[in-house]
């Protein structure tokens, strides 16, 4: 996609400030998909990652795929409750980062299953917004023990191979779409990383994006820490302060 004459943008600097993005006008878009199994898995896992891209002129789009609607130990809260509330931080942790657009799915948290229906849906919305990247959640991490994690990685991983080739669901390419060629995968909670990111400039966005969680008790002080020592411990690897670290997969 070439734009041209776009709009001055703006994104937040660390301390809070809206400071203008560089080198936008002009310039091919790259885009970004982040798909993901709960409101709150982006942000902990790429929200500095997310931060940079967008700075850097990329336009980047969630799509979570559950509603989250089981995430509470508290007793006096209802299902219904709860995914309207999710729903309510996730849109404001994107909006932090700069997402562009947050697609939910809504489908029931702990139900997530690897269909073909499913599959064909999300190869669907591939093919609509045609990303170049996709960032999900590692399906091969040992001891995964959240059905909906390793669900959300195969199926994004599954669609973005159909999506690529027409053959794949024909019935969509009538209505407009055309197949998608991702040209890589990031894959987040991984054991194996091999792609690493400086976050240094972005920690305090990905934090404030983490801290919209409420519901989900991100907002505490001891979490904050847990998270910014776990960036910089990813960081001291590579040499970098903070750090987000990847599987990286060439399609
Ligand atoms: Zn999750």
């Excluded at 509470?72 to 980062?97: F, G, H």
Aim: proline fraction near 5%; hydrophobic fraction near 40%.
């Amino acid at each position: 996609m070439i734009l041209s004459n776009v709009p001055q943008k703006h994104c937040l600097s660390n301390e809070g400030k809206m400071v203008p993005l560089v080198n936008i006008n002009q310039k091919e878009l790259e885009k970004i998909m982040v798909i993901f199994a709960h409101p709150d898995d982006a942000e902990g896992n790429c929200g500095g990652t997310t931060a940079k891209w967008v700075r850097e002129g990329k336009v980047v789009y969630y799509l979570v795929l559950t509603n989250g609607d089981k995430g509470s130990w508290d007793l006096s809260m209802t299902s219904e409750k709860l995914a309207q509330i999710r729903e309510k931080e996730q849109e404001a942790a994107a909006k932090v980062l700069g997402v562009s657009k947050v697609i939910f799915l809504g489908i029931p948290d702990g139900e997530l299953e690897v269909s073909q229906s499913l599959r064909k849906e999300i190869a669907r919305l591939i093919r609509l917004h045609q990303p170049s990247f996709i960032f999900t959640h590692d399906p091969w991490k040992p001891h995964q023990i959240h059905p909906d994690h390793r669900a959300t990685g195969f199926l994004a991983l599954d669609a973005a191979v159909a999506a690529r080739d027409h053959l794949y669901y024909p019935d969509q390419l009538p209505q407009g779409l055309k197949p998608c060629r991702v040209k890589e995968c990031y894959l987040f909670g991984t054991e194996s990383p091999d792609f690493w990111v400086d976050i240094s400039e972005c920690i305090e966005l990905k934090l404030q994006a983490v801290r919209c969680h409420q519901s989900q008790g991100l907002a505490s002080r001891e979490v904050q820490e847990r998270i910014k020592n776990r960036a910089l411990a990813v960081g001291k690897i590579k040499g970098f302060l903070y750090a987000e670290a990847f599987k990286r997969i060439v399609m």
